[in-house]
T-cell receptor
Framework: SQKIEQNSEALNIQEGKTATLTCNYT??????LQWYRQDPGRGPVFLLL?????KEKRKERLKVTFDTTLKQSLFHITASQPADSATYLC?????????????FGSGTRLQVQP | DVKVTQSSRYLVKRTGEKVFLECVQD?????MFWYRQDPGLGLRLIYF???????EKGDIPEGYSVSREKKERFSLILESASTNQTSMYLC??????????????FGNGTRLTVT
């Protein structure tokens, strides 16, 4: 069956360190993968997109990698700050002519300690 | 900025009631979606609509229906609410772009409790 897996345990790190979150998928051939941030009581907000033919994408302190052989995406926040504390969701759209809607992982909660 | 507005932040309904959740977007987006979010299960797609009067079932459509009479509005209907439909409901929209990888714009959710 198709699965998207994110670490369900919260990730706790110290301010200034790099946070690395993992998204693994099974039985998908995604055309692209997206990362979202969700704060408590709010809807997810889009952060970054990476396509199947891209290895890495950067935006300010954020970096996303995409390894289609390992079927994995890594999301990095460098020089983390307490304001980065949130839940981070990965989402992918299956490749080909299948359904057009995104499928989401269950998210990983990041807690950055001052 | 795109705005996706869900009509209620919190709703409490009784078992068996017919419930309407409304969502409006202001950016002329073709695609609209309804997800529900539950702890440990993430976001699960209920229905989506790729244009006016068009709809497709998502992963968990049972017990729900939708209506898209106008481009800006997408309604989720619980025909007869049950306690297992207690959840956070999230509406989202996006434009059709080529390539088809435009991000979703979400509302802030409606927390529905069915008693």
């Amino acid at each position: 069956s198709q699965k998207i897996e994110q670490n369900s345990e919260a990730l706790n790190i110290q301010e200034g360190k790099t946070a690395t979150l993992t998204c693994n998928y099974t039985n998908y051939s995604p055309a692209y993968l997206q990362w979202y941030r969700q704060d408590p009581g709010r809807g997810p907000v889009f952060l970054l997109l990476i396509r199947e033919n891209e290895k890495e994408k950067r935006k300010e302190r954020l970096k996303v990698t995409f390894d289609t052989t390992l079927k994995q995406s890594l999301f990095h926040i460098t020089a983390s700050q307490p304001a980065d504390s949130a839940t981070y969701l990965c989402a992918l759209r299956p490749g080909g002519t299948g359904r057009r809607a995104l499928t989401f992982g269950s998210g990983t909660r990041l807690q950055v300690q001052p | 900025d795109v705005k996706v507005t869900q009509s209620s932040r919190y709703l409490v309904k009784r078992t068996g009631e017919k419930v309407f959740l409304e969502c409006v977007q202001d950016m002329d987006h073709e695609n609209m979606f309804w997800y529900r979010q539950d702890p440990g299960l993430g976001l699960r797609l209920i229905y989506f609509s790729y244009d006016v009067k068009m709809k497709e079932k998502g992963d968990i459509p049972e017990g729900y229906s939708v209506s898209r009479e106008k481009k800006e509005r997408f309604s989720l209907i619980l025909e007869s609410a049950s306690t297992n439909q207690t959840s956070m409901y999230l509406c989202a929209s996006r434009p059709i772009l080529v390539p088809r990888d435009s991000p979703l714009h979400f509302g802030n959710g409606t927390r529905l409790t069915v008693t």
